[in-house]
């Protein structure tokens, strides 16, 4: 199914992210923890994938395993930097050829390693030139790409990464995901300068479940997103007790699950990171206003 015709249904959705293995021997543990994930039976189920190509091959295994095991409606990541045209062309023909109807276009993160190559003759720099040439192709591909409420890092002000988001939705993109936002104020502040600059199609604010102490530091560092004091003063009483930090975690994650459907926003996703536990604590805290007509 396309991913965008949930998003446009008139139901609420939840959609659970994971990522690959980074080796072959890790494979059957991240395969037995996305499998616990899709038991849920989320919306849909995303899977990443690695900058540079590194893990790139497993994303299309786990999201095939997942799609034919479970039937749950999957998004395969794909990224294009520092890729040769020839090994995007032929992951998505690997897509089309597993029945994945649903491909997040991104660009990648430029690693310290990759902005130190020689960039000259990489085929692609942006990921609106992923998107051209998926929609240029043949595969009738719902297409997902990311976007920032707080400004992706190399754009020098806002207005400047809306206007390349526009250029990238208007390319062909169906939805955005948003990078991860703890708080939604910002996520709905975004929203609007989206509308006002012409941006209409489906935005999913991207929720982020902090379990653990350790992740907050990553979490901002990666993200650069805003977190919010409440949230601090919980990772100060709790971050060392890993029981009770999971649990507030799971819990102010389904906070701003209800704050964001309280506020019209029907379609959420969550980087559920290859945690069942977590995944599953989110689910059934909101799991009875699944599926109802919003
Ligand atoms: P782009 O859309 O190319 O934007 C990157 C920057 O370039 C922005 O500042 C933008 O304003 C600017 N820009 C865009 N177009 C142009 C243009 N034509 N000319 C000049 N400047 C331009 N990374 C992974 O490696 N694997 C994943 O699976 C993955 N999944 C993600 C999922 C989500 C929801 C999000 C939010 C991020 C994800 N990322 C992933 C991280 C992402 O790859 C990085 O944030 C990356 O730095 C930017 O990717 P992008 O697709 O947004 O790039």
Redesign the pocket.
């Known amino acids: 199914m396309k991913i965008i015709n949930i998003l446009n249904s008139a139901k609420f959705s939840l959609s659970f992210e994971v990522f690959p293995p980074k080796k072959e021997t890790s494979y059957e543990s991240v395969k037995n923890a996305t499998e616990a994930i899709a038991e849920l039976s989320p919306s849909f189920m995303s899977v ?4 540079g190509g590194g893990v790139s091959q497993y994303t299309l295994q786990i999201a095939k395993n997942l799609k034919e095991k479970f039937n749950i409606p999957m998004l395969a ?1 794909l ?1 294009c930097v520092s890729s040769s045209r020839e090994t995007v062309k032929a992951r998505i023909e690997e897509m089309k050829a597993a029945g994945i109807q649903n491909v ?7 690693t310290p390693e990759l902005m130190a190559s020689n960039r000259e003759h990489w085929d692609y ?4 030139e992923s998107v051209r040439e998926l929609k240029a192709g043949d595969g009738d591909f719902c297409i997902g ?4 409420p707080e400004v ?4 020098s002000t806002q207005r ?2 809306i206007q ?2 526009k ?2 939705v208007d390319a062909g993109v169906d939805f955005l ?3 991860m936002v703890f708080f939604f104020f910002l996520f709905f502040n975004f929203l609007y300068k989206l509308r006002e600059a012409g941006v209409l199609c489906p935005v999913i604010p ?1 929720i982020m479940p902090i379990t653990n102490a350790n992740q907050v530091e990553r979490a901002i560092k990666l993200s650069g997103s805003f977190m919010p004091q409440r949230f601090k003063s919980l990772v100060d009483k709790f971050g060392s007790d890993a029981e009770a930090m999971k649990q507030a975690g799971i819990i102010y994650a389904s906070d701003q699950i209800i704050d964001l459907y309280a506020n019209g926003i029907k379609n959420i ?1 969550v980087y559920s990171m290859n945690k069942p536990d977590v995944a599953e604590g989110i689910f059934r805290n909101v799991s009875a206003m699944l599926g109802k007509v919003f």
């Open positions: 990443t994938y690695g900058a990541h990224t997040m276009a991104l660009r990648g993160d430029l720099r942006h990921a609106v790409a990311a976007c920032y992706h890092p190399e754009s400047e990464d390349f988001l250029e990238k995901t948003t990078q991207g996703h």
